[in-house]
């Protein structure tokens, strides 16, 4: 029997958008409840907060997203997070009000609450939606364009997982094993390439890394592999395989008359996914043949993964594993083969007393023909990508009546080409240009010539020609390797002949153009050729150069609204209007000696005399209760009948005393037994400790630990001050540039070369351009060289990671981790003596973060002999105080 048809319309609703304004809002709130390993784990790939941070703000976010989703969210399905987010309950209680309109632009008024009676019905709908793609298992979708390190932030997240795994062994929320599935071969080079290999330390804190080496185990399943070699049971797998070498089959070949007789069933077992679901879906699932349907052919390798702990299931370029019709495939009722051994695997291995902890899909857009994907969690687009310079800048040409005029076509493209790139090398690079072929006939026929003829034309050498097209015939194993190495410093070819290449897992950023001029065979390969070049490269955002005919230029257009939701001329007008400066040298390099202070802590224990009183009863609790009061529309300020005290509706976690020993002693990093012990000679008793924790948690991080800790350790102090010479520039040509690139905005940007300064020159500018921030910085910097006590004025603000050497460290008080501040300027008086300069918005002065900043530079500065201050941004203009 035929299937029948849904008539509910598909609604998109951003979900993903009012999770992201939650997690910025609640910010705080939601940290409290993450683990402390979590916390430093995301502190430590917080580019915002770290500035040696690897992963780049889209990453990060998306990393913050999974981390929210299991520690907070508990790892729920997400109907039940759009359920108690639109009802405002459970975790979302109190949740702040949540309108955002077309764009991502906040609106005034709560989504759930504008025409309340006309939502409901929407709101409904949306939520039946969600929850008709349920799983046994939660199922999220992050979405990050291509370019922005899915597979990084996969690996990122696995690491994560199997840290806190090892860390909380019992908790079900974590995964203990992994396995990656990924859409084919050259895809799982890359990935292999990208996880195996990764340098862990750019993502995982030092102290974890000796363990995680120590207990990772890499298993890869690839064409000739018919074992999968893991030991049941264990812990830490990771397993990369294409999609087709898990998967379960139906049987489609004939049984034999000896196999029908006998009833020969090796290698089969009953679906136990469809079985249970049989009776309740029947035809609305679209079984027609249940006992054809619910037989599968069973292998080795799904067998094993069965026999694995608490799995979880990455999905890489999740729109090409799950097939052209990913929206099918991952919200309607059809099940497919990825999605069914996933079903399988989480009902086998919850028959094995285990479970798939979560289904986490990696794709590169969160439309399918324009429509939303509703289970993705989060996104971050191709036009945003551009913008925030993510990837290089798109500038495309469409050429018409150009299908069978190749060698005009390819002078066009190539004399353009040379033009705006040349030779010009980045990272040490030279630029690239791929023309892909529709045939190996048309590549080797029509394009070589053509493009050899130009080359001529040009006074460039041939031998700059790459051709791989599939065929030994044309192209040989010397081809191949130049092909891999195409993204190093010693290529030296520039323009590229490819059949079949554009796809997924071909990565190269020195890629600077793309050319096209004949039909391709799929429509969906222009876009994906388009974006092999989009990736970028350098310490600016550059330009890649689209040469495409004006069919495939149409093409193209309609690709990106089918899969991105933007049209061409969204993509080309993309892109950091900020102008770009080059930041050269002025020589002799400005050095300066400061005093480096060391500090080593040493941790003693003490003899604990007994009958210590912890003068708990003495601790303000006021600060920890909530309360609520009435207030009068004529005056705020006065409150109508007191205040009522609501601490009870705070979710506090309740302590047994066998509990509350275990915690502190995971922080003293002592033996409970012993911990126990000491805390039975208190003067007052571990149960009326217990009690008073119970009633305000807060109390046990903020007191009783750190008195503990006191009365337990001595800690003594040991500084050692020693003097270093700092190097205000770094020279770029240490990292094979000829110059730094800094981007600023109109007005913002003061030239050695600008007559302005001309009388200025040798009291500033140790380098030719300084780019400042604010109008605040400009300002303070004219006002500085303007004033005859100062003899030397240097702006340092604008340089950073790896630029200079002129950094202090301080400890971020938020995530309690050390981090790198660059103050603004140096400046030196008549007398010889130093000040640093930091300029603050005045809101910002007593921000904490500030303030640490302020204490660490008033140190070195004091052990240097110099000055720290902070100037308002308001007084910049003022004489500066000395």
Excluded at 162 to 188: E, G, Q, S, W
Excluded at 370 to 381: D, Q, T
Excluded at 394 to 403: F, G, H, M, Q, T
């Amino acid at each position: 029997m035929a299937r029948k048809k849904s008539t509910t319309a598909t609604i998109d609703f951003p979900f993903y958008q009012y999770l992201q304004y939650f997690l910025r809002t609640e910010h705080k709130r939601i940290y409290a409840e993450f683990k402390p390993l979590s916390k430093k784990f995301l502190s430590y790939n917080n580019p915002k907060e770290n500035s040696k941070a690897y992963l780049r703000v889209p990453q990060f976010e998306a990393l913050e997203t999974y981390v929210f989703l299991k520690e907070f969210c508990e790892n729920q399905k997400l109907w039940e997070i759009f359920e108690q987010w639109y009802n405002k309950t459970g975790k979302f209680e109190g949740r702040a009000y949540a309108g955002i309109e077309k764009g991502g632009q906040l609106s005034l008024f709560d989504v759930t609450e504008v025409n309340q009676d006309e939502t409901k019905g929407y709101f409904a709908q949306i939520f039946a939606q969600i929850k008709a793609m349920e799983q046994t298992y939660p199922n999220y979708i992050f979405s990050l364009t291509m370019g922005l390190g899915k597979t990084l932030l996969m690996a990122t997240s696995i690491f994560y997982e199997f840290l806190l795994a090892n860390k909380y062994p019992r908790n079900p929320l974590y995964c203990h094993n992994a396995i990656i599935f990924v859409p084919d071969k050259t895809v799982r080079e890359s990935v292999i390439a990208d996880v195996q290999n990764l340098d862990k330390q750019k993502v995982v804190p030092q102290e974890y890394l000796s363990w995680l080496d120590a207990n990772l185990k890499f298993h890869f399943l690839d064409d000739n592999s018919s074992q999968l070699s893991t030991i049941d049971k264990s812990d830490y797998n990771i397993i990369i395989s294409n999609s087709q070498k898990i998967i379960l089959k139906k049987e489609h070949k004939k049984k034999s008359a000896a196999q029908s007789l006998f009833g020969e069933e090796t290698g089969k077992y009953t679906a136990l996914s469809l079985k249970s679901k049989m009776a309740s879906l029947g035809e609305a699932a679209g079984i027609e043949d249940v006992e054809e349907e619910i037989q599968l052919i069973n292998n080795h390798r799904f067998t094993k993964l069965s026999r694995l702990k608490q799995l979880g299931i990455y999905v890489d370029e999740a729109h090409h594993v799950f097939g052209t019709k990913l929206q099918e495939d991952l919200i309607g009722t059809k099940t497919t083969s990825l999605r069914m051994t996933i079903n399988e695997l989480a009902a086998n291995l919850e028959l094995a007393g285990s479970r798939v902890v979560g289904c986490y899909n990696y794709t590169g857009t969160p439309y399918v023909k324009k429509r939303l994907l509703p289970e993705v969690v989060y996104s971050y687009g191709l036009r945003d990508a551009i913008d925030h310079s993510y990837l290089k800048k798109v500038d495309p040409y469409a050429l018409e009546n150009i299908r069978e005029n190749t060698q005009v076509f390819c002078r066009k493209a190539i004399g353009d080409f040379w033009e705006k790139c040349g030779e010009k090398r980045v990272e040490g690079m030279l630029p690239k240009m791929a023309f892909f072929a529709s045939t190996i006939e048309e590549a080797v026929e029509e394009l070589r010539p053509a493009i050899e003829n130009e080359l001529i034309r040009l006074n460039i050498p041939t031998s700059r020609i790459l051709v791989n097209v599939g065929d030994s015939k044309y192209t040989t194993n010397d081809d191949l390797r130049e092909f891999n190495n195409l993204d190093t410093v010693r290529s030296e070819k520039q323009f590229i002949i490819l059949v079949g290449k554009g796809k997924e897992g071909w990565n190269c950023r020195s890629l600077f153009a793309v050319a096209m001029y004949r039909r391709a065979n799929s429509t969906v390969f222009v876009l994906q050729a388009t974006m092999r070049c989009l990736r970028q490269i350098g310490d600016y955002q550059h330009t890649a150069y689209l040469f495409f005919s004006q069919e495939n230029m149409d093409i193209l257009n309609q690709e990106l609204q089918a899969n991105f939701n933007i049209t061409l001329d969204d993509m080309s007008g993309a892109g950091d209007k900020k102008n770009i400066a080059e930041v050269r040298m002025i020589p002799p390099s400005v050095k300066i000696e400061v005093k480096k202070i060391k500090k080593l802590y040493q941790m003693n224990r003490k003899h604990l005399a007994e009958h210590v009183d912890l003068k708990l009863e003495e601790v303000d609790l006021e600060r920890y209760k909530m309360t609520v009061s009435r207030r009068t529309i004529d005056d705020l300020s006065k409150t109508v009948g007191g205040r009522k005290d609501i601490s009870d509706i705070k979710e506090q976690r309740k302590f047994s005393v066998f509990t509350l020993v275990g915690e502190i002693a995971r922080y003293l990093n002592m033996n409970p037994l012993e911990l126990k012990r000491i805390m039975l000679t208190l003067t007052e008793s571990l149960d009326s400790i217990c009690q008073r924790v119970n009633e305000h948690n807060e109390l046990l991080y903020d007191e009783v630990i750190p008195r503990l800790f006191r009365e337990i350790y001595d800690v003594k102090e040991y500084t050692n001050e020693e003097k270093v010479t700092l190097e205000l520039v770094k020279d770029p040509k240490i990292k094979g540039e000829d110059c730094y690139h800094v981007s600023y905005k109109d007005g913002m940007l003061a030239s050695y070369y600008d007559d302005k300064y001309a009388p200025y020159r040798d009291k500033t500018f140790n380098v030719d351009n300084y780019c400042f921030d604010s109008g605040p910085e400009s300002d303070m910097f004219w006002n500085l060289i303007n004033d005859k006590r100062l003899a030397k004025v240097w702006f340092t603000g604008m340089l950073t990671a790896g630029q200079t050497e002129f950094v202090i460290n301080y400890i971020d008080p938020e995530s309690n981790t050390v981090r790198s501040y660059y103050p603004d300027f140096l400046v030196q008086k008549e007398d010889g003596s130093y000040i640093i300069i930091e300029v603050k918005g005045e809101n910002k002065i007593d921000d904490a973060v500030v303030l640490a900043k302020k204490e660490y530079a008033q140190q070195i500065a004091s052990a240097s002999s110099m000055d720290y201050i902070i100037v308002p941004g308001k007084q910049a203009k003022l004489k500066l105080m000395l």
